[in-house]
C-alpha cells in the first residue's frame, strides 16, 4: 500500500503561482511513475503531468510551458510548480502513484484561480 498526501491548493490570482506537493508512504517510491490529475466541476479527471521512475516528463498541452513536475526520491515526494496560472487551471488536484497494477490515490488539494 501506498499513502498519497497532497498540499499546497488554495486560492491564487491570475498569473500567480503555486506549488503543489504530494508526499508519499508505504513503499519504495522511486519504482512508481507519479503523476498529477485534476478535475473541475462537471468535468472528468485529466492528466496535468506525469514522471516516471527514471525521470522522464509528460505534460498536457494545456499546461506545457507553465507547470513542471519533478521528484525527489529522497523525500519520497514529487512536485508540481504551476506559473502564469490561469481561471481554467480551477480543480481539484490528484495526486498518482502508479507500478504495474499498483495504483493510487491522494484526497486531492483545491487549488482556485481567480481575481
Known amino acids: 500500500q501506498v499513502q498519497l498526501v497532497e498540499s499546497g491548493g488554495g486560492l491564487v490570482q491570475p498569473g500567480g503561482s503555486l506549488t503543489l506537493s504530494c508526499a508519499a508512504s508505504g513503499r519504495i517510491f522511486s519504482i512508481y511513475t507519479m503523476a498529477w490529475y485534476r478535475q473541475a466541476p462537471g468535468k472528468q479527471r485529466e492528466l496535468v503531468a506525469r514522471i516516471d521512475s527514471g525521470g522522464i516528463t509528460r505534460y498536457a498541452d494545456s499546461v506545457k510551458g507553465r507547470f513542471t513536475i519533478s521528484r525527489d526520491n529522497a523525500k519520497d515526494t514529487v512536485y508540481l510548480q504551476m506559473n502564469s496560472l490561469i481561471p481554467e487551471d480551477t480543480a481539484k488536484y490528484y495526486c498518482?502513484?502508479?507500478?504495474?497494477?499498483?495504483?493510487?490515490w491522494g484526497q486531492g488539494t483545491q487549488v482556485t484561480v481567480s481575481s
Open positions: 498518482n502513484a502508479k507500478w504495474y497494477n499498483e495504483d493510487y
